[in-house]
């Protein structure tokens, strides 16, 4: 008995204060989660400063000592980004406090879990202190050897105060900025115009940077060149192409410009089948393809046969890097080359001075000139090179002194042509702040080329959490902030704006992304798995961005530490593989999907820090959206656009996703949602959703829908697709109630549908408003929306009393009528009388079926940039005073021909609208349709 008690003593002495470090160490873990988030942000600004140490270290051993040492605290900054977010996740999942409230065994585990955390922090630290000890002491001695020299080796720091500037600069290069090729133009216009009736393969060769799409652009959209063709069509190659892909992006091409949609067979087709296709919509044509960025020796083996020659005066034109790819070419009929060469030095100076001195108005600075004079001469006549200089010092101070360090730093390579372009593009990476560097690489996951919308890009950016929360701002509206910077920088091009100047959509150069790819390595950001290269998947490996429907590349990979994962080529996946994405990528917090077939993991219950989760299925139906998508609880963003479900109805497990931000929807039915739907209150998106399920007869549930949608206070954009008329009142209820809402989109179930919404209090931030059906009169609500800026109204019977509301709207940019085709009292004259819609830059008249004179008053439609006539019957000219306006574009749908041919360039009478208006687009939709586009 004694040795027992002795033994019970001997245990407790020992065991009594093992339990106390035990105890102390999960008490303090809320304190070690806060102090490691603010050790992480330290960390990434000391990884940033090693990168760049690394890039500047001549010494190659020791810059692979550097870059083995930055691994290791890239590795165990994943870790505690790990840790913060497991710890955060199960505190979410319990009680406030591990004690009473909590039941016995809950309490258990609780405490568990915190003593898990509590020793993994000890790990961490420990393995942090050792590497930046070594780091550190390393960087004081480079900090104090570039101080010895930085008169003359100093690249330029980023001056924090100045980045706030970036917000002033230009939004984005204009292509009608960009100078040096009217030579080349004139030269590649002749080519394609000449009336040889064999078809002919144009190329323009030259290095990448060298501005060879931009050229190729210039000459596709000129009007002179596209009234010779009946189509004309892009097509984007990159280094890596499928041969099915480029036949299907023609056909479908061609569709649109049809205004058809393209049938279903399409996306099944393969071989044979495909290239028939392409003949068939080819044969009777007179075409214009462009084919961008060729890489391959082989595609025109490709695309030969599809390219059918049919004695019409067919053009193929292609860009590519290689004379030996252009050179490919030669077994057409009849080819010409054009070697591009670089910028003249005047011509590379005043595009210099476009982007650098912008808010000068193009001005080099006295000061400036000698220097600015030294720094172009550096980029060699190079356009990239050029553009991404006069980026980066736009943001400068226009210090002498600063910018002499600058150009002494651009020493680059004479042997390697690219060694320019690189040398700057670091330049411009390093400058970065250390959020803006993950978003900018983060176009890394993006293929080559690939054009991204702008809110799925920042939507993944505030999932993967480079978006740095600041009071009295949404993080769409930061993230949208870095998105211009990054553009200002011109590091990123835009592809597409809106009406008030917001970037739509956006892509890097491709040496832009060939610079982001070889960033990769040295930081694990991401690793591309294409059909053709080799990979291997590390403990860091943090981003997966697949192209590959290869089941032997996919079986292998699998990490648990890997955050995003994007499919974004359409191929198909491996079913087997998408089913074990949920057990073996338990930490994503990104994951898109597109596949030709494909299936949403029915069990999605393991994916707890998922917060993006986008899903595209083209060609085949998906029978439903499985019941686990509730148990997504930390899910942001639910992007189903462009996916076909065979039930429409959305399960009602969604409304367990209290932090859902943005639904995408594709016509889906909230019926099932009726009774928790109010309760997302985080919701600001909720887009393209139906209020029922188009066979239910019971109107008092889609009343109750309607009514929760009210409870939704955070919304910025409504869009509601099919909706029948008897629901107007209930809609408008509920809308009236959503302060926040900028955009809002109702589409009727046919087109006779009254969308007669009664907004007494219309939500004072609406920017954007489209109702698709009729309406009895106008919605007089709408003359009272101060931020309105597009406008598509319902079709409506009195628009003479529309414009006199709408035309001294201070806002309005964009503005979209439709007649009543059956309406009795017809409207045959339309007035713009002076002083009307001086801010518009936008107008669309369209189904005026009586309409037979449009008069524009000298005063009228002073900002006006495009018009619109889209099916007026009876107008056989165009509007009385249309040469007061200043236009860059007229766009005429389906007009009469007599109106066409009046303006015919060669021909009309009324040609000499060409020498005012810059692009005039001519299209019929038709069955009996004109050639092209002028």
């Given at each position: 008995m004694c040795d027992c008690n002795a033994a019970l003593a001997c245990a407790r002495d020992h065991l009594l204060p093992l339990l106390k470090v035990a105890f102390n160490m999960i008490r303090g873990v809320p304190k070690e989660i806060a102090d490691l988030k603010d050790e992480l942000e330290s960390m990434e600004d000391f990884i940033s400063n090693e990168d760049r140490f690394a890039?500047?270290?001549?010494?190659?051993?020791?810059?692979?000592?550097?870059?083995?040492?930055?691994?290791?605290?890239?590795?165990?900054?994943?870790?505690?980004?790990?840790?913060?977010?497991?710890?955060?996740?199960?505190?979410?999942?319990?009680?406030?406090?591990?004690?009473?409230?909590?039941?016995?065994?809950?309490?258990?585990?609780?405490?568990?879990?915190?003593?898990?955390?509590?020793?993994?922090?000890?790990?961490?630290?420990?393995?942090?202190?050792?590497?930046?000890?070594?780091?550190?002491?390393?960087?004081?001695?480079?900090?104090?050897?570039?101080?010895?020299?930085a008169s003359s080796s100093s690249a330029p720091n980023i001056n924090n105060s100045l980045f706030q500037n970036l917000r002033q600069a230009p939004f984005h290069m204009n292509e009608a900025d960009v100078v040096g090729f009217e030579e080349p133009k004139r030269i590649l216009f002749n080519w394609l115009v000449r009336g040889r009736v064999e078809r002919a393969v144009?190329?323009?060769?030259?290095?990448?940077?060298?501005?060879?799409?931009?050229?190729?652009?210039?000459?596709?959209?000129?009007?002179?060149?596209?009234?010779?063709?009946?189509?004309?069509?892009?097509?984007?190659?990159?280094?890596?192409?499928?041969?099915?892909k480029l036949l299907r992006d023609i056909l479908l091409e061609i569709y649109k410009q049809q205004g058809k949609d393209p049938p279903q067979s399409i996306y099944e087709m393969n071989g044979e089948p495909l290239i028939d296709e392409v003949i068939k919509q080819l044969?009777?044509?007179?075409?214009?393809?462009?084919?961008?960025?060729?890489?391959?020796?082989?595609?025109?083996?490709?695309?030969?046969?599809?390219?059918?020659?049919?004695?019409?005066?067919?053009?193929?034109?292609?860009?590519?890097?290689?004379?030996?790819?252009?050179?490919?070419?030669?077994?057409?009929?009849?080819?010409e080359v054009h070697e591009l060469q670089g910028l003249t030095e005047e011509k590379s100076l005043e595009l210099f001075n476009k982007k650098a001195f912008h808010n000068l108005s193009g001005c080099c600075p006295q000061n400036l000139i000698d220097i600015s004079s030294k720094i172009v001469k550096k980029c060699k006549g190079l356009p990239l090179a050029i553009v991404v200089t006069g980026g980066l010092l736009s943001c400068k101070d226009r210090n002498p002194t600063e910018w002499y360090k600058f150009s002494e730093n651009i020493n680059a390579d004479q042997s390697n042509?690219?060694?320019?372009?690189?040398?700057?593009?670091?330049?411009?990476?390093?400058?970065?702040?250390?959020?803006l560097k993950s978003c900018f690489l983060y176009f890394g996951l993006y293929p080559e080329d690939y054009i991204v919308r702008s809110k799925t890009l920042t939507r993944q950016w505030i999932a993967e959490g480079f978006v740095k929360e600041e009071r009295g701002r949404t993080l769409e509206d930061i993230a949208k902030g870095y998105l211009i910077e990054l553009v200002n920088r011109s590091l990123?091009?835009?592809?597409?704006?809106?009406?008030?100047?917001?970037?739509?959509?956006?892509?890097?150069?491709?040496?832009?992304?060939?610079?982001?790819?070889?960033?990769?390595?040295?930081?694990?950001?991401?690793?591309?798995?294409?059909?053709?290269?080799?990979?291997?998947?590390?403990?860091?490996?943090?981003?997966?961005?697949?192209?590959?429907?290869?089941?032997?590349?996919?079986?292998?990979?699998?990490?648990?530490?890997?955050?995003?994962?994007?499919?974004?080529?359409p191929n198909t996946l491996p079913k087997s593989f998408v089913r074990a994405i949920p057990a073996k990528?338990?930490?994503?917090?990104?994951?898109?999907?597109?596949?030709?077939?494909?299936?949403?993991?029915?069990?999605?219950?393991?994916?707890?820090?998922?917060?993006?989760?986008?899903?595209?299925?083209?060609?085949?139906?998906?029978?439903?959206?499985?019941?686990?998508?509730?148990?997504?609880?930390?899910?942001?963003?639910?992007?189903?656009?462009?996916?076909?479900?065979e039930n429409r109805n959305m399960p009602k497990e969604v409304c367990k996703l209290r932090k859902l931000r943005h639904f995408l929807g594709d016509s889906l039915s909230l019926i099932h949602l009726k009774d928790g739907i109010g309760g997302m209150t985080s919701l600001q998106t909720l887009s393209k959703v139906k209020l029922d399920d188009g066979e239910d007869e019971n109107d008092n549930r889609v009343v109750e829908l309607i009514i929760e949608l009210g409870k939704l206070t955070q919304l910025r954009e409504l869009g509601l697709v099919v909706v029948s008329g008897?629901?107007?009142?209930?809609?408008?209820?509920?809308?009236?109630?959503?302060?926040?809402?900028?955009?809002?989109?109702?589409?009727?179930?046919?087109?006779?549908?009254?969308?007669?919404?009664?907004?007494?209090?219309?939500?004072?931030?609406?920017?954007?408003?489209?109702?698709?059906g009729y309406s009895n009169k106008f919605p007089e609500w709408i003359s009272k929306l101060q931020n309105l800026v597009k406008?598509?109204?319902?079709?409506?019977?009195?628009?003479?009393?529309?414009?006199?509301?709408?035309?001294?709207?201070?806002?309005?940019?964009?503005?979209?009528?439709?007649?009543?085709?059956?309406?009795?009292?017809?409207?045959?004259?339309?007035?713009?009388?002076d002083g009307w819609f001086m801010n518009l830059k936008e107008l669309y008249l369209r189904d005026f079926c009586s309409l037979s004179n449009i008069l524009i008053d000298e005063g009228a439609l002073g900002s006006l940039k495009k018009l619109t006539l889209w099916y007026i019957p009876l107008l056989m000219t165009l509007p009385t005073g249309i040469q007061h306006l200043k236009l860059d574009v007229l766009s005429l749908v389906d007009m009469k021909r007599k109106l066409v041919r009046s303006i015919d360039p060669d021909e009309g009478e009324k040609h000499l609208i060409f020498k005012q208006v810059p692009s005039i687009e001519i299209f019929f939709t038709t069955i009996d349709r004109a050639r092209g586009v002028y």
């Open positions: 890039d500047e270290e001549e010494d190659k051993k020791r810059s692979d000592a550097i870059k083995a040492r930055m691994k290791k605290l890239i590795e165990a900054s994943f870790d505690i980004e790990d840790v913060i977010d497991d710890y955060i996740f199960h505190e979410e999942q319990q009680a406030p406090d591990p004690g009473c409230a909590a039941g016995a065994t809950n309490c258990v585990k609780t405490m568990a879990h915190r003593l898990q955390i509590a020793y993994t922090i000890q790990n961490i630290k420990s393995r942090m202190s050792e590497i930046k000890d070594t780091s550190e002491k390393d960087q004081a001695f480079r900090l104090q050897s570039s101080s010895d020299k144009v190329s323009i060769v030259g290095m990448g940077g060298q501005g060879k799409t931009t050229l190729a652009k210039k000459v596709f959209e000129n009007i002179k060149v596209l009234k010779q063709f009946d189509c004309h069509v892009w097509i984007t190659v990159s280094q890596s192409y499928s041969k099915e044969q009777q044509k007179r075409y214009f393809v462009v084919f961008d960025d060729v890489w391959n020796l082989n595609i025109w083996n490709d695309i030969e046969f599809a390219m059918i020659d049919n004695l019409n005066g067919s053009k193929v034109l292609i860009t590519t890097r290689k004379m030996n790819v252009a050179n490919s070419f030669k077994r057409s009929s009849f080819v042509e690219y060694s320019i372009i690189r040398k700057i593009l670091g330049f411009s990476y390093h400058d970065l702040p250390y959020y990123v091009h835009v592809v597409s704006i809106s009406i008030d100047g917001r970037v739509k959509s956006c892509r890097v150069h491709d040496l832009v992304h060939a610079m982001i790819l070889e960033k990769y390595e040295d930081l694990s950001f991401c690793k591309n798995i294409t059909e053709d290269n080799q990979f291997s998947l590390t403990r860091v490996t943090r981003r997966l961005s697949m192209a590959t429907s290869s089941y032997n590349l996919m079986e292998g990979i699998e990490s648990s530490h890997v955050r995003s994962l994007l499919v974004l080529e990528y338990r930490r994503l917090k990104v994951l898109a999907l597109s596949s030709k077939q494909l299936e949403i993991p029915h069990d999605l219950g393991s994916l707890n820090h998922l917060k993006f989760f986008g899903f595209r299925v083209i060609g085949e139906k998906y029978s439903e959206l499985p019941k686990s998508i509730g148990m997504l609880v930390n899910l942001e963003t639910l992007d189903l656009r462009s996916t076909e479900f008897k629901y107007m009142s209930a809609i408008s209820s509920s809308i009236n109630k959503m302060h926040e809402l900028e955009r809002l989109h109702i589409f009727g179930i046919k087109l006779d549908i009254f969308i007669d919404l009664d907004l007494n209090s219309p939500p004072p931030r609406l920017e954007r408003v489209k109702l698709f406008l598509d109204l319902p079709r409506l019977k009195e628009v003479n009393d529309a414009m006199k509301l709408l035309q001294s709207m201070p806002n309005l940019l964009s503005l979209h009528i439709s007649g009543v085709p059956d309406y009795e009292d017809k409207l045959e004259r339309l007035h713009f009388e």
